[in-house]
């Protein structure tokens, strides 16, 4: 079955520390991933896609698909960037997204 | 151009009754899916709608139905509400068949409560 899996719920750290956020997944075709972003009181927005392998707000990701994984990473964390991050897998190139759990990231200054 | 939106933003029902809930796409964005969002279970996908046509059913009971209009505007519709279907039911669009594919843009959602 499809599934995505973000195994910490919570993740602190102090402004200028790495970041890293995982995300596993399992899937049985070609995944296409993407990480979207909610900051406090506004919508659910997209961050990044894999297919893009751009940087945005300082955040990449990788695709590894050997390890079945696309971890968020920020070399310099900013308070700014404290919110809820969504891991999601595009099911066969549709709209319908498999959501993993969530990571609250959160940066104290 | 303006955003997604939901209406209502906040109800409040009772069990067994129903409910409909309204979404209207950014100018456009001819795909519509609808997503519940519960402390428990995350988000899960409910229906995706392009062009009149649902595309894709998530696993949830015939309780939940869904429909878009020709103008790509689209309804969900609850029956015989149950607690557990207190949740924030969003709400998202997309441009289909472009290079924007996975790409939604999501409504601020419509929050349930059954009580």
């Known amino acids: 079955a499809q599934r995505v899996t973000q195994p910490e719920k919570l993740l602190s750290v102090f402004k200028g520390a790495p970041v890293e956020l995982k995300c596993n997944y399992s899937y049985s075709g070609s995944p296409e991933l993407f990480w979207y972003v909610q900051y406090s009181r506004q919508r659910l927005q997209l961050l990044l896609r894999h297919i893009s392998r751009e940087s945005i707000k300082g955040f990449t990701a990788d695709l590894n698909k050997g390890e079945t994984s696309f971890h968020l990473k920020k070399p310099f964390a900013q308070e700014e960037d404290s919110a809820m991050y969504y891991c999601a897998l595009s099911y066969y190139n549709t709209d319908k997204l498999i959501f993993g759990t969530g990571t609250r990231l959160q940066v104290f200054p | 151009k303006a955003g997604v939106t939901q209406t209502p933003r906040y109800l409040i029902k009772t069990r067994g009754q129903q409910v409909t809930l309204s979404c209207s796409p950014i100018?456009?964005?001819?795909?519509v899916s609808w997503y519940q969002q519960t402390p428990g279970q995350g988000l899960q996908f409910l229906f995706e709608y392009f062009s009149e046509t649902q595309r894709n059913k998530g696993n949830f009971p015939g309780r939940f139905s869904g429909r878009q209009f020709s103008n790509s505007r689209s309804e969900m519709n609850v029956s015989t509400l149950e607690l557990g279907d207190s949740a924030l039911y969003l709400c998202?669009?997309?441009?289909?068949?472009?290079?924007?594919?996975?790409?939604?843009?999501f409504g601020e959602g419509s929050r349930l409560t059954v009580l």
């Open positions: 998202a669009s997309s441009s289909v068949g472009t290079e924007n594919t996975g790409e939604l843009f």
């Open positions: 100018s456009g964005h001819r795909s």
